[in-house]
């Protein structure tokens, strides 16, 4: 019987990723939780899965991630997101996701996904793979955002859509002069001289 440790804070999400997990999936398991610390205190029990979703209360999702796969490396872990793919896909892969699938995406690729991965595989699409490629390669067509590090990534995303520092350094668990930090070195990494030079290019390249 698989086990499934599913973790996102919304509740009417959850109840609709667990209908379809058991709806498709005989004598499944499945535990639920709602918030990053909740999730690593429930790694003491065996999984076969974490179905994660990235925008938690508190601690960065990637950096939750990071930490669920140094804690337990062979467990495998499906990012189920309401981010699109070009905003954090290729980062939590890099941080050790088994597969990146949207909120957007249909039931039956939550099902294909959980199988492929059981089997011990991954599962991107074909758009990520390409993404995923084309950064493998130093292709000079990588965006320039993909320089960013992670929470530098999410620094401009919180700025692009109107956050105050503070607020940023609040929901990322930061003080604020780290965060004026970061801000100042991924303008710097961009090219970019602004909030509203971030703005635009986040809104121009589908980031919001």
């Known amino acids: 019987m698989p086990r499934v440790l ?3 804070d919304h509740p009417i999400v959850r109840k609709g990723i667990r209908a379809i997990l058991e709806d498709r999936i005989a004598s499944i ?3 639920e939780v709602d918030d990053g610390e909740s999730a690593l205190g429930s790694l003491e029990k065996h999984y076969d899965l974490v179905v994660l979703d990235l925008g938690l209360p508190g601690r960065s999702g990637i950096d939750l991630l990071a930490e669920i796969k140094h804690r337990q490396p062979k ?3 499906l990012v189920v997101s309401l981010h699109a793919e070009e905003q954090f896909a290729v980062r939590a892969l890099r941080a050790g996701a088994a597969g990146y699938l949207t909120k ?13 991965i059981m089997k011990g595989g991954r599962y991107i699409t074909d758009s990520l793979a390409e993404r995923l490629a084309t950064q493998a390669g130093g292709d000079d067509r990588a965006a320039p955002h993909d320089r960013l590090s992670d929470r ?12 105050s520092t503070g607020n940023i350094a609040t929901r990322m668990c930061l003080s604020v002069k780290t965060v004026s930090t970061y801000r100042a070195r991924l303008l710097e990494k961009m090219g970019m001289s602004s909030n509203a030079d971030l703005t635009r290019y986040v809104i121009e390249n589908g980031l919001a």
């Open 104 to 116: 957007a995406a249909a039931p039956e690729q939550l099902a294909t996904a959980f199988d492929r």
């Open 29 to 31: 398991e499945i535990d």
């Open 152 to 163: 530098e990534f999410e620094v401009m995303l919180g700025i692009a859509s109107g956050e």
């Open 75 to 77: 467990l495998p872990v």
């Open 6 to 8: 599913l973790v996102d």
